[in-house]
């Protein structure tokens, strides 16, 4: 039983006022079953599987059932999990050109299991083009297994930021590293007077998103970087400077910026932050683009964003970047037929 009065770690009220966590010590659940929902499509579709045989790409998912959530007791994480899932994918054999489309069932991925004794089946629509199964059995199984575990990964390490709290003693040695270290630099150089309290740390997160689209790796590059192209997707008056150091805002403020870095057709990275945030925090965006051909594969990676924000900064890339610019490059098609 924890005692007041007699310093025990356990009894929260002493240590603060707001009856934060202290040193860990309570039973905290965190429900992960939305985040899951988003990641699990995330890191699986869109996935590409290339042969000898052909070409496969996972391209929906069909069934998504179970839940997910993450527990902390005396500074230790527990993880539960159990997962349904059915995917779609389609394939085009090298040889003939001949389509295909096919399932792939994943009827129990749980912390039960390792994800190499997951079960995985594949199947196929009648009619030949068994080539494409067997490709999908093989390589397709091995890269589905990688994404999974990329899920796993992520699920113990971007959804737990924040639910291990610094304990009393931690939180001492941080500050006395972080003292003697800024008294270090700007001893010589920055008189006390002129330093600024610049607040508190919060705990982020790192986004990761890969989408494919129907479009040249230089045409899709050219819509992040063309204010006329990014006024038409985002339906709003934007500031474009497409250069190092340039200003970017959108959505009528809602989210702006600074291009850090632009090799054409290739990468852009971003200073970036939505206007909901706390004060002057900004995440780091890199879009880096994977020419296929006729269609580009678009890998984000978004670090820096606030846990609170994980969903919102997630459905806003989504919703208010892929999905319109994916209108955008329609009606462009369908306007030069």
């Not at 997707?233 to 970017?248: D, N, R």
Request: charged content about 30%; overall charge negative.
């Amino acid at each position: 039983m924890a005692k007041w009065g007699q310093g025990d770690p356990r009894w929260i009220v002493e240590e603060r006022a707001d009856a934060t966590n202290v040193n860990n010590w309570h039973w905290t659940e965190r429900d992960a079953t939305s985040w899951s929902k988003s990641k699990l499509k995330e890191v699986l579709v869109g996935l590409v599987v290339e042969g000898e045989a052909g070409r496969c790409e996972i391209n929906g998912l069909k069934h998504l059932e179970g839940e997910a959530s993450c527990n902390s007791r005396k500074g230790k994480l527990i993880f539960f999990y159990e997962w349904n899932l059915r995917l779609s994918w389609k394939g085009t054999v090298k040889e003939s050109g001949e389509k295909h489309k096919g399932s792939v069932e994943i009827p129990n991925l749980s912390e039960e299991n390792e994800v190499d004794d997951t079960e995985i089946n594949i199947s196929k629509k009648k009619g030949e083009g068994d080539v494409l199964k067997d490709l999908m059995r093989t390589e397709g199984t091995i890269k589905v297994r990688e994404a999974l575990r990329d899920y796993l990964k992520a699920l113990k390490t971007e959804f737990t930021l924040g639910m291990i709290l610094p304990t009393k003693a931690t939180v001492g040695r941080e500050l006395a590293a972080e003292r003697t270290l800024s008294e270090n630099t700007v001893q010589d150089s920055v008189s006390p007077q002129s330093l600024d309290i610049l607040g508190v740390k919060i705990p982020t997160v790192k986004i990761l998103m890969r989408e494919i689209f129907n479009s040249p790796a230089d045409e899709l590059y050219s819509i992040f970087t063309t204010k006329e192209l990014v006024q038409k997707f985002s339906k709003c008056p934007a500031v474009i400077e497409a250069e190092k150091g340039g200003k970017l805002q959108m959505f009528d403020g809602c989210v702006s910026g600074e291009y850090a870095e632009l090799v054409p057709g290739q990468r852009i990275v971003l200073k970036w932050r939505c206007g909901n945030w706390p004060d002057e925090h900004y995440a780091t965006v890199a879009l880096n683009f994977k020419d296929m051909a006729a269609q580009t594969e678009l890998q984000l990676e978004c670090k820096g964003v606030p846990v609170s924000n994980e969903d919102s900064t997630r459905q806003c890339w989504k919703q208010q970047h892929f999905e319109e610019i994916r209108i955008l490059l329609q009606q462009c098609k369908d306007s030069m037929e």
